[in-house]
């Protein structure tokens, strides 16, 4: 079936620096979406990527989509205490029952350090 | 307009017993899914329904595991004879009606379940 891989796991960041973490999927997607949760919190919807090649901007975020569908990556600039959560891409998979449903990657935790 | 809500937010049992997991959906949203989460895990997809209708139930175990979404009243998430490996979170989301691998989905906070 297909699988939704997101590197790093964790990630540790000093307060102002960048961070960046990356989808791979091992099969083209129609589209991805990108999740936030808070630690002890639940998912909270971001955004999502529909386009081959689609780049997105959100204040300090910056998600693409990269041309083959296959991969994605969220980009923070400047992180603040606020960003500290763990962020999920998910991408539709046909789930052998008659419908597509939401695969999630294991996600990557961003701890900031002040 | 309120969110997804889910009751209880923790629920204890001992092996043995029943866990009712109760998700009321968004307010005009016709699609409702369950995930577990394990710590430190993504979610994992457990089944999709729509009023009075189970759509995919294929991440679900087939054994004590169960599933509703009636027309009146919340959806529910029913595990019978609960062992310790089920302790995990569970959350609920809906979205609206329409293609729904488009629609974002909106989680409630989930109900952590422990089994002693």
């Known amino acids: 079936g297909q699988q939704v891989m997101q590197i790093p796991q964790y990630q540790h960041v000093q307060e102002g620096e960048d961070f960046t973490t990356y989808c791979n999927s091992s099969?083209?997607?129609?589209?991805i979406q990108w999740y936030k949760q808070r630690p002890g919190g639940h998912p909270v919807f971001l955004i999502q990527l529909v386009k081959s090649g689609e780049v997105k901007k959100q204040k300090r975020l910056t998600f693409q989509f990269g041309e083959a569908k296959k991969n994605s990556s969220l980009h923070i600039t400047a992180t603040q205490t606020t960003d500290v959560g763990t962020y999920f891409c998910a991408g539709p998979a046909y789930s052998g029952a008659g419908s597509y449903q939401l695969t999630f990657g294991k996600g990557t935790k961003l701890s900031v350090i002040p | 307009n309120a969110g997804v809500m889910q009751n209880p937010r923790h629920l204890v049992r001992r092996r043995g017993q029943e866990a009712r997991l109760r998700c009321s959906p968004m307010?005009?949203?016709?699609?409702v899914y369950w995930y577990r989460q394990l710590p430190e895990e993504g979610l994992k997809f457990m089944v999709y329904l729509q009023k009075e209708n189970i759509i995919d139930e294929s991440g679900m175990p087939k054994e004590r595991f169960s599933a509703e979404f009636p027309k009146e009243g919340p959806s529910i998430l029913r595990i019978q004879q609960v062992v310790r490996g089920d302790s995990a979170a569970y959350f609920c989301?809906?979205?609206?009606?329409?293609?729904?691998?488009?629609?974002?989905?909106?989680f409630g906070p989930g109900t952590r379940l422990t089994v002693l």
């Open positions: 307010k005009g949203h016709s699609h």
């Open positions: 989301a809906s979205s609206p009606p329409g293609q729904a691998t488009y629609n974002e989905q909106f």
């Open positions: 099969t083209t997607l129609s589209n």
